[in-house]
């Protein structure tokens, strides 16, 4: 980690979102020590985010997941593989399907609709753009607002790993926690 965590934060608000995350996560996360308690009000915005992603996205949330899940693996975030490893876990999804993502294209485990989500991030994340056929297989299996849901999920998971990655943030154990609360 290339800057040293502040543990405590100064504002309010950023005492109020680390304890709630704490209790729901098990640990204050990495990110909200050395990136939101040098900018508070990225605690709100960092709050919002997530309230979006839990509250306002229609996707089923295996699909959300898995949406978010696979550019953070093709980023190498490891911060965020294990934060959506441990969400997966609380949502009582399994972790089979997160582990397998790599090869989803000729997996099994994944239907055409996953695969068309995932073939869409995939080449959003490494290209910036995305084929017409590509978007085409996606209209297929999603109607508009879905669509407009995995392209923001991608957007903001590629903005998290270009948080996380430059900084040095790694796992924080956050998928072993959520792991030995299930058991």
Same mark, same amino acid.
């Given at each position: ?13 950023? $005492? ?16 909200? $020590? ?62 089979? $399907? ?29 290209? $910036? ?55």
């Amino acid at each position: 980690m290339r800057l040293t965590p502040i543990e405590r934060p100064a504002d309010l608000f950023g $005492k109020v979102v680390s304890w709630m995350t704490k209790r729901r996560l098990g640990k204050v996360i990495t990110p909200m $020590k050395v990136i939101y308690a040098r900018i508070p009000g990225l605690f709100r915005l960092a709050y919002q985010q997530v309230q979006i992603v839990e509250k306002q996205i229609s996707l089923p949330p295996a699909i959300n997941i898995l949406v978010r899940t696979w550019p953070a693996m093709i980023n190498e975030c490891t911060f965020c593989v294990d934060i959506a490893k441990a969400a997966a876990l609380y949502q009582h999804l399994s972790l089979e $399907k997160i582990e397998a993502l790599p090869s989803y294209r000729t997996s099994p485990l994944f239907d055409d609709r996953e695969r068309a989500a995932l073939a869409y991030v995939e080449e959003a994340t490494r290209h $910036k753009h995305v084929s017409d056929a590509t978007f085409a297989e996606l209209q297929r299996h999603f109607n508009e607002r879905e669509i407009v849901e995995i392209t923001w999920l991608n957007a903001l998971e590629n903005y998290y790993n270009l948080l996380n990655l430059p900084l040095g943030i790694e796992a924080d154990g956050l998928c072993a926690i959520a792991q030995r609360r299930a058991a």
